[in-house]
């Protein structure tokens, strides 16, 4: 693996880097707040910050570069569906130790933030910056997609099981050839909010 001369970084991916480093930060919010406001308060101050900072960096940096055609689509039509397969078997695979999901008044705001604005900040962050900022870095396209999965499965600490980091890291580098392969983010966030959708569509077994 050759790596590129760091002259090929250039102000905007030292940027990114930062913008990516101060996402990390942001995460560790409910662990400073959690005794004064509670988890619940905590997780969607986070989660509000971390969209609002994301947000702001999609129009500042990436916007620009939006151009939705129909052969992206295409691309991410298929992305979709192959994490949609993966997803439904590991259901399959874990629905009798999973339990159902109930969907109430007090969790339908949890289950929006999931669905609509988690996956938006962590395409800015992830699929936009951190693969932005390990992109110059080398001229193969397999250490900045791996290294940003792994990254990505790992930040993910809610989660105790090998098998589901593992599917952590597929899914992101998916979502990382669906930004490289449309030089969008609207598209990987699109399917990474389906996932998200189709998942909890899965576990919701109650209405109340």
Known sequence: MKFCNVRGIKKKHIVYLSL???CVFITGIPRVTVSAIGWPVSLRLMFFIEFFVGISAFF???????LIAPAKIKIASVALGVII????AYY????????ALSLTKDNTLNILIMVLIVPFYEEVFYRGCLLGFLKPLTRS?????MATSVIFSLMHTQYNSLTAHFILFFV??????????TKSLL????????????VFSLYIQNFY
């Open 20 to 22: 990516f480093i101060l």
């Open 60 to 66: 500042l940096f990436f916007a620009k570069d939006e």
């Open 141 to 145: 396209l397999v250490f900045p997609i």
């Open 85 to 88: 397969l993966i997803q439904f």
């Open 187 to 198: 598209l990987p966030y699109l399917v990474h909010m389906s996932m998200n959708l189709f």
């Open 172 to 181: 992101s580098a998916i979502l990382c050839v669906v930004r490289i392969m």
């Open 92 to 99: 399959s695979l874990t629905e009798s130790v999973v339990g």
